[in-house]
């Protein structure tokens, strides 16, 4: 039923990011970027894997995209390593040939194959150099104008066939798992005991000023020289769960848990596609610990206009209000998170990481939510999960995986009745085309469609990577029942 309800021109695919499949870290000229250094310390942060070789992908791209094409799909979401462009990464530092040989390559390959590129320039592998030089992303001055440059880099090089650009992957991510619980890059935090730097009470606030300051700088810098002439289209990809109250008889639950999709999403999208303050629910708590914008940044928010909003999507949960809490521990926004509510009730089905459970009513009203408070083109720029078990199974049974063929079937419905609430959904990439790196939980988890051996890089396509091929396919076919 799902898919009948898209229209023929919803563009889907599969998504990926760089640090995660391409491995050939130190070939190509590429400079260290912040999970290099990340994933070699000791005691290791990251169950002892890295992205050393991750998939090999570097390598074994054209294989990769045999599968693509394979699968069907239309569009192929992948994120550039900023340190393969710009090895030192400043805006002074010299542009590495090689890396823009092989970008140029992959996006040579999809086009050759009909596949629409879909390209991410920042997918939290900062230059490492970057960081040693003045802080990285704690710098809100220097790193903007890093990023400008090599988002223009991008634009100049890669523009001419590239026409969807996203911005950053995920900023809450990097900003409150690199710098206040430090379980991501660079791993900045003064709660956690494995860390010997940061200010979790400030850094995260700085952080995510700095990245929306770069997004903005990245827009601003397409729309003024390259618009015109390349005529794509530029957004930026934000995660957020959506959350119902924990006991839906108190209005304090209910508070909190808008509250929570404020501190998840508002403080990015308010600025971002509104050009406002950041939601005043976090003013009111954060005080002067969140950095203001200036009336000259208030400008440059405005003038930055961003196409479309990028949802990456996984899961749901409860949220639960609760006192206030000190300055380091309050960046949720002083709310306890539930996967049940107080009758008991699961959010939805368990999957094969903790954080994550099945729940597409709830992605229905997120969307329908997110769409009417920052009026954008959605896109859903990842969505997927492993199947519960699956980090223990065998190949053969790894590949049979019903659970994540519901899971899209599911999630796929529910983008079809967000659009029948007046929605505007336009496409939809699954995570991931196949078994990477998943950060710090290392080589566990498994998000493919595609089975990855890491023993001899063999991959294997599941079950589930043909299924969305055919019910994207048959939205071609308009059903008795419309
Ligand atoms: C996203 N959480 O990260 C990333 O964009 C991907 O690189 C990653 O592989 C994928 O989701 C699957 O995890 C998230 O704990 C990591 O809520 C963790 C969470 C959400 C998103």
Not at 22 to 42: P, Y
Not at 284 to 304: C, I, N, V, W, Y
Request: proline residues 5%; glycine residues 8%; negative net charge.
């Amino acid at each position: 039923m799902t898919a009948s309800v898209l229209p023929p021109d919803f563009e889907w695919g599969f998504a990926t990011a760089a640090y995660q499949i391409e491995g050939a870290v130190n070939e190509g000229g590429r400079g260290k970027c912040i999970w290099d250094t990340f994933c070699h310390q000791e005691p290791s942060r990251t169950k002892n894997a890295s992205g050393d070789i991750a998939c090999d992908h570097y390598h074994k791209f054209e294989e990769d995209f045999d599968l693509l094409s394979k699968y069907g799909a239309g569009a192929y979401r992948f994120s550039i390593a900023w340190s393969r462009i710009v090895p030192l990464g400043g805006r002074d530092d010299p542009i590495n040939e090689e890396g823009i040989a092989f970008y140029n390559q992959l996006i040579d390959s999809l086009l050759r194959r009909g596949i629409t590129p879909w390209v991410t320039l920042y997918h939290w592998d900062l230059p490492q150099a970057l960081h040693d030089r003045y802080g990285g992303w704690l710098n809100v001055d220097e790193v903007q104008k890093d990023f400008e440059r090599y988002a223009r880099v991008c634009y100049e090089r890669f523009g001419d066939r590239v026409k969807h650009w996203i911005t950053l992957n995920e900023p809450w991510i990097q900003a409150i798992y690199g710098y206040a619980t430090g379980g991501n890059a660079p791993g900045r935090s003064s709660t956690n005991p494995h860390c010997t730097e940061g200010d979790t009470a400030r850094e995260p606030w700085i952080v995510g000023k700095a990245l929306i300051m770069s997004h903005a700088r990245a827009v601003a810098a397409y729309n003024q020289d390259f618009r015109a002439e390349q005529k794509g289209v530029i957004g930026v990809s934000l995660n957020g769960d959506y959350y119902e109250p924990w006991d839906k008889n108190d209005p304090k639950d209910a508070e909190a848990a808008e509250r929570r999709m404020q501190f998840h999403i508002g403080w990015f999208a308010n600025p971002i596609f509104l050009a406002k303050d950041y939601p005043d629910s976090m003013r009111k708590q954060l005080g002067d610990r969140l950095p203001p914008f200036s009336l000259e940044e208030f400008k440059t928010l405005a003038a930055a206009q961003t196409d479309f909003y990028g949802m990456n999507y996984y899961t749901s949960q409860f949220a639960k209000h609760c006192a206030e809490a000190a300055p380091e521990t309050d960046v949720l926004g002083n709310v306890e998170e539930h996967q049940s509510n107080k009758q008991g009730e699961s959010v939805g089905e368990a999957s094969g990481v903790h954080w994550l459970r099945s729940c597409p009513g709830m992605f229905r009203k997120h969307l329908t939510r997110v769409h009417s408070l920052y009026k954008k083109p959605i896109y859903i720029t990842e969505n997927g999960c492993p199947c519960p078990g699956e980090d223990k199974m065998t190949r053969e049974e790894s590949i049979n995986d019903p659970f994540r063929i519901q899971y899209f079937k599911d999630h796929l419905d529910a983008i079809g009745k967000s659009r029948q609430d007046g929605s505007i959904i336009n496409g939809y990439f699954a995570w991931s085309l196949m078994d990477n790196l998943e950060w710090s939980d290392g080589f566990g988890p498994r998000f493919g469609v595609t089975h990855t051996d890491y023993d001899t890089l063999e991959r294997t396509p599941k079950k589930s990577a043909l299924l969305l091929k055919d019910m994207i396919a048959d939205r071609q076919r308009p059903h008795a029942s419309l």
